[in-house]
Each structure stands twice: as structure tokens, then as C-alpha cells.
């Protein structure tokens, strides 16, 4: 089979030929149809993901067909339709037996613990626990989305923010994971802006339901970017450039100056609400969730999806706020595949449409190319490789 390999953190990317995995004892092997690519692919690649052993496969974001099971695997067989969590659980612990394999300290992680999806093949560990039979309306292509940035927005607005119908939703960041939280939130019946400083990005959120977008453009002290990346943040003049005028647009398209405070600005959309009842860091620096924090309302609800790679491994954030708004912070870590019949009912009704967020459909070559340069990309939505 031909996957993409590396050998060192940011050295050289090539595709080469390796066997086809055999399963383990209750492992299966899928022959991948078709796998996303997300910026987590791109934090292994650089070296961000300190317990990947190389050299190394990355991808996570998988749908496909069994092409061989283990000894043990029992609800499977060859040739069924399957995609699976980016995290899998062991099925035995407390957490798995609670529902909560997102969160099991044993957990395997395709692309992660062991080679990934950006191969002809990849082996899922813990089959029967973790694998999720694929509906013949749901394409690879769609369900290869899912896996990590659409079912980790799913879980973190419905089952760790419990975002109400009527409530106002901040996403700071559009890429994959913020489109997909923007898509959700407006789902569930909430009122939603969507910050970014990517013109091509903030009107992907507004065809896909935004009420309201957001350029923070440099704006003082909030500069973000779903393509910024952690070796970048720290370089950013936000602080000493000359402010831009922050310029929030309506689902209309009629776009309007609003000063050059960013907090300031989403208080001043949501009218007397004066902030923002579930704000959402779905890109990960100390700038957006900083910016999300603050944009809250009195006892709101900060949701932190964007992983927070830093050379300290910690993140300062605002906590004297968080103690006089009393706020609650939420960490969501993907969704558990006991959860997905829920978000897949969603999809077959129609309440949710992936397929919306899929920008480009690429092959092996191409995807390699697009991973190197996933920090500096200008393209809004989620790209597929088609292995
Ligand atoms: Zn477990
Ligand atoms: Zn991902």
C-alpha cells in the first residue's frame, strides 16, 4: 500500500510503499476510501504531538471498507461500510463502560498512537467498540469529516456547552472545526457570529448560517487566524501596528465599521445581551481563547475545541474574569461512537449538511502537498485525499 511518511518533525514528507497491515486480535483493517485533512495532521507532522513514535503515517479523519478483521471481531465483516472516532476507547475501562471512550486513559488514536489514514489501508484498534456502521446516504467523502473537527464541534456545543435554542454563539476561528461549530450551533436554533480575519472563510460561515461575521483584521491585541500557526502567534505586532477597523458583516452581506475592539464589537452585535452566551475557541491560541473568554456574558460558557500547543505545554488565560462573570470553561476532546447516532440521525434528516463543508477532493500526491502547506493555506472548508 502507499501512504505518506515521514522520519523526522518537519523534515522531508514522501509517499511510499509499505504491506498492508495485518489486525491484531480485535482489530480490523479498512482500505481507506477517503480521509481529512486536519491542522492536527499538520501538529504531528512539525513535532507538536510529543508521544508520536517515527518514523510515521499521520491522518485520523477516516471512512472505508473492512478489507480484512481480526481474531475476536464479532459485530463486523469484510466489505461493511465503516468510519470510526479519531479517539477510540479500549471498551473496558470506566470511561469506555460510561459512554465516554473520548476521554479513556488508554485510548489508541489513528495518525497518533500508530500509523494513520494517509494510506491505501489503516488498522482501528478495539473494532467492535469503536467502529460505526456508515449509511449507504452518507458518502465516504462526508463521513471522512466527521471523525474529528465535525463530531468534536457536535459533542462540545450539544453535550459540554448545551447550547440553547435563542442563545448567542461566538466561533473565533473558521477553519474545519469552527465552519463545522458555526453549522451546529445555528442547528440547534442559536443566534451565531463567526470571527476570523480570512474574507474567504467568513463567507463559507455566512452561506453555511452565520448571522453575523467578523474581520478582527489586526484589531488591538485579538489578532487571529484559522491559518495562523503556534510559530507565528508569537511574532505578531497586533499590539504596536496602527489598529484596523474591525468590520462585522450581516447574513445579508451589508458590512459595517465597528471600532477597533474586538470584544467590544461582538458586545455591541448581540444588543443588550452585551455578550455572548457560548463563545468557542475553535482555532487554539492564548489570543483566540483570550478573545473568547472575554466576549462572555455574565455566566457563559467557553468552549475550548482548538488544541493549545505552546513550548510550555500551558496557556495564560483571563481566570479573574472567569471568577467575577463566574464563567465555565469546557474542554472537549472528540466524541465517542456511542454519541454518533445522534449526529448521523441529523445528517439523514437533513438538519446537518457536512457534505457543505467539503472544499476540495484531492489524491495522495496532492494531499501531501497540501499537508507541508496546511499552515500558510488560504483555502476556507475541509479538504479530502482520496487515497
Ligand atoms: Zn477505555
Ligand atoms: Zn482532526
Redesign the pocket.
Known amino acids: 500500500m502507499r501512504a505518506i511518511y515521514f522520519e523526522e518533525f518537519n523534515g522531508p514528507l514522501t509517499i511510499v510503499e509499505f504491506p498492508i497491515p495485518t489486525p491484531d486480535k480485535g482489530a480490523v483493517t479498512i482500505k481507506v476510501e477517503a480521509t481529512g485533512l486536519c491542522r492536527s495532521d499538520w501538529h504531528a507532522w512539525v513535532g507538536h504531538d510529543t508521544d508520536i513514535v517515527l518514523p510515521h503515517v499521520p491522518g485520523h479523519e477516516l471512512a472505508g471498507v473492512i478489507s480484512a478483521i481480526g481474531e475476536g471481531v464479532r459485530s463486523f465483516a469484510v466489505g461493511d461500510r465503516v468510519t470510526v472516532p479519531f479517539v477510540n476507547?479500549?471498551?473496558?475501562?470506566?470511561?469506555?463502560?460510561s459512554g465516554n471512550?473520548q476521554v479513556?486513559?488508554?485510548?489508541t488514536q489513528p495518525g497518533f498512537t500508530h500509523w494513520g489514514s494517509f494510506a491505501e489501508y489503516v488498522e482501528i484498534k478495539s473494532a467492535d467498540f469503536n467502529l460505526i456502521a456508515l449509511p449507504d446516504a452518507i458518502s465516504f467523502e462526508t463521513a471522512a469529516g466527521l471523525g474529528c473537527r465535525f463530531a468534536t464541534s457536535f459533542r462540545g456545543l450539544t453535550s459540554r456547552a448545551k447550547v440553547q435554542p435563542g442563545e448567542w454563539v461566538a466561533v473565533f476561528g473558521c477553519g474545519g472545526v469552527g465552519l463545522s461549530a458555526v453549522m451546529i450551533a445555528k442547528a440547534l436554533g442559536a443566534k451565531v457570529i463567526a470571527v476570523d480575519i480570512n474574507d474567504a472563510a467568513l463567507e463559507k460561515a455566512r452561506e453555511i448560517g452565520a448571522d453575523f461575521t467578523v474581520n478582527s483584521g489586526n484589531s488591538k491585541g485579538n489578532h487571529l487566524s484559522s491559518n495562523s500557526t503556534q510559530s507565528n502567534i508569537s511574532s505578531i505586532p497586533a499590539m504596536t501596528e496602527s489598529a484596523k477597523k474591525i468590520v462585522v458583516t450581516n447574513s445579508e452581506g451589508k458590512a459595517s465599521e465597528m471600532g477597533t475592539d474586538l470584544v467590544a464589537a461582538i458586545a455591541m452585535v448581540t444588543g443588550t445581551r452585551n455578550g455572548v452566551d457560548v463563545a468557542v475557541d475553535a482555532l487554539g491560541s492564548e489570543m483566540t481563547a483570550t478573545a473568547s473568554i472575554k466576549s462572555l456574558r455574565r455566566l457563559g460558557r467557553h468552549l475550548q475545541l482548538g488544541l493549545l500547543p505552546s513550548p510550555s505545554g500551558q496557556t495564560p488565560l483571563p481566570m479573574g474574569r472567569a471568577i467575577a462573570y463566574e464563567l465555565d470553561l469546557l474542554g472537549s476532546h472528540g466524541m465517542a461512537a456511542v454519541d454518533y447516532p445522534e449526529m448521523l440521525a441529523m445528517i439523514a434528516s437533513g438538519k446537518l449538511k457536512p457534505d457543505l463543508l467539503v472544499e476540495h477532493v484531492i489524491d495522495l500526491e496532492a494531499g501531501l502537498i497540501a499537508l507541508q502547506g496546511l499552515a500558510t493555506s488560504k483555502s476556507a472548508g475541509v479538504t479530502i485525499i482520496k487515497p
Open positions: 476507547g479500549c471498551g473496558r475501562c470506566e470511561f469506555c463502560k471512550a479513556c486513559p488508554t485510548q
